[in-house]
């Protein structure tokens, strides 16, 4: 079992940034990759940013691209997303999220292969 602890989300004016994390405890070595995903309201629950543990690869939505950068801190198990130059339409629940089956890299965008999830943070862009 991993447990996934977000934290960081709030309230903040468009042009402003954030920087999320996310905690990891229980069975961490088995963890292959960690993800962001944000869902808001009445849409599906989308691929923000996600990478993998040992290598550090990373993936992004093209709509962040440029904006928002994942990274990892191995030592404390814990994964951010930094944000910049955040928007209204970035406005959504973000969820933090933990895949301990190694897939092909490029799977990593669906949400169906990630095993554990977190509570969520609300993120909320005023325009």
């Known amino acids: 079992q991993v447990q996934l602890v977000e934290s960081g989300g709030g309230l903040v004016q468009a042009g402003g940034s954030l920087r999320l994390s996310c905690a990891a405890s229980g069975r961490t070595s088995s963890i292959y990759a960690m993800g962001w995903f944000r869902q808001s309201q009445g849409k599906e629950r989308d691929l923000v940013a996600t990478?993998?543990?040992?290598?550090?690869?990373?993936l992004y939505a093209d709509s962040v691209k440029g904006r928002f950068t994942i990274s990892r801190d191995n030592a404390k198990n814990t994964v951010y997303l930094q944000m910049n130059s955040l928007k209204f339409e970035d406005t959504a629940a973000y969820y933090c999220a933990a895949d301990v089956n190694p897939s092909r890299f490029v799977n990593l965008r669906l949400k169906a292969v990630y095993d554990y999830w977190g509570q969520g943070t609300q993120v909320t862009v005023s325009s």
């Open positions: 990478i993998t543990w040992t290598g550090g690869n990373t």
